[in-house]
Structures are given as structure tokens and as C-alpha cells.
């Protein structure tokens, strides 16, 4: 199994600032993802983090909204920038294990507010 | 991606069996059926996935249909702690094609 810390956990923001969140984990894995879970919602996912290269953007969501850099392969970061209070929402980092059992393993999530 | 379809909610009395269904009518050959279950305030936890034959573990069992086109997650003992939102996700276990599309799931309560 795979263990996912994320930083956050959880903080209010001001309309118009940029918040980075981070997800550390415990050991390599191959993909990391990032969903976004609105109040309500099922999750979304924003994107997929590959280590070296720029991220893989699902339809809505775009590098200057969603930054995110994946330096190696345990640790990712999340930015979202100029926020409004629509982008409050829970934040996830999802992994997949070595192991390619077909486990996807997800953090405990960042909840940000935007006032 | 292929598109599974789930009742929005169920409810079930507790230490019961629990038969959670979902239908995906449009499977490829190349994917595999996966359930994740979110608790309340966490993050997605994996349940089962299989690709043809039934599956079971410490969890739950799952129940594939012979054409694939459906499935049933059988939760044995339905306990307080089984109260969480359950997915159905079809997976391309194709290197690359890794990720996971949530749809809406199922709102599962369990009645003490």
C-alpha cells in the first residue's frame, strides 16, 4: 500500500490568491493524479502529474488555473491560482502502486475555502 | 470512457447482506471493474475490481454478470462503518490509461 500526505489539510483563502497544495508519499510510484471534489460532488479529476514533463490536463481545467509541477516520484504539488469562491472544494492526490495491482490509492484531501 | 449507471441511494439494516448494483452496458474487452467506497471526510478507498470471474476479499465480493454488462457488489455483514458513498468505475488497465472517471455512486445508509 501506498501513504499519501497532503498539506493542507484544510485553510481559507482570499479571493484573488494562489494557494500550493502538496502530496508527499511514502514510497515511488508511477502516476500520480489530482482530483477536485465540490461540496456535494463526486470527483473530478483536474489532472495527471507526470514526473519530468508537464501535466496531462483532463477537458476544463487548464495549466494556468491548475499548476502543477511532480519533481520526482513521490512528491507532487497542486497550485490553484486567482482563486474565486468557486473553487472551493476538496482538493485530492491519487497514486497508483508499483505493484500495478490496480489500486489507486487517495489522500485524506484539502479543503479549501474561498472567501 | 465507458459509462456506468448506479442507483443514487440504498439503505440496508445492519448485519445484513448488502447487494450494491451497477450496469455498464458499453464495456470494452480491455477494462476492468472497479469499486472504491468514499466514508464520510475521506478520501476514496479501493473495495474490488475484477475483469470476468467473480472476486472476492476481506471486503466484499464482486458479482460480474456473464455478458460484463453488469455487476453486483456483495457486501457479506453490512456493518455501521459500511455507510459511505460506493463507486462503479470502469478501468483501462492499459499502461497510460490509468486514471479513474467517477460517476455519482451510491449513497449507501445502514439502518442500526
Known amino acids: 500500500s501506498a501513504v499519501i500526505s497532503q498539506k493542507p489539510s484544510r485553510d481559507i483563502c482570499q479571493r484573488g490568491t494562489s494557494l500550493t497544495i502538496q502530496c508527499q508519499v511514502d514510497s515511488q510510484v508511477t502516476m500520480m493524479f489530482w482530483y477536485r471534489q465540490q461540496p456535494g460532488q463526486s470527483l473530478t479529476l483536474i489532472a495527471t502529474?507526470?514526473?519530468?514533463?508537464?501535466?496531462?490536463?483532463e477537458s476544463g481545467f487548464v495549466i494556468d488555473k491548475f499548476p502543477i509541477s511532480r519533481p520526482n516520484l513521490t512528491f507532487s504539488t497542486l497550485t490553484v491560482s486567482n482563486m474565486s469562491p468557486e473553487d472551493s472544494s476538496i482538493y485530492l492526490c491519487s497514486v497508483s502502486g508499483l505493484a500495478n495491482t490496480g489500486e489507486l490509492f487517495f489522500g485524506e484531501g484539502s479543503r479549501l475555502t474561498v472567501l | 470512457d465507458a459509462k456506468t449507471t448506479q442507483p443514487n441511494s440504498m439503505e440496508s439494516n445492519e448485519e445484513e447482506p448488502v447487494h450494491l448494483p451497477c450496469n455498464h452496458s458499453?464495456?470494452?474487452?480491455?477494462?476492468?471493474i472497479h469499486w472504491y467506497r468514499q466514508l464520510p471526510s475521506q478520501g476514496p478507498e479501493y473495495v474490488i475490481h475484477?475483469?470476468?470471474s467473480n472476486v472476492n476479499n476481506r471486503m466484499a465480493s464482486l458479482a460480474i454478470a456473464e455478458d460484463r454488462k453488469s455487476s453486483t457488489l456483495i457486501l457479506h455483514r453490512a456493518t455501521l462503518r459500511d455507510a459511505a458513498v460506493y463507486y462503479c468505475?470502469?478501468?483501462?488497465?492499459?499502461?497510460?490509461?490509468?486514471?479513474?472517471?467517477f460517476g455519482t455512486g451510491t449513497r449507501l445508509t445502514i439502518i442500526p
Open positions: 502529474a507526470n514526473q519530468g514533463s508537464e501535466a496531462t490536463y
Open positions: 458499453t464495456i470494452s474487452g480491455t477494462d476492468y
Open positions: 468505475i470502469l478501468r483501462d488497465n492499459n499502461f497510460g490509461n490509468e486514471k479513474l472517471t
Open positions: 475484477g475483469l470476468t
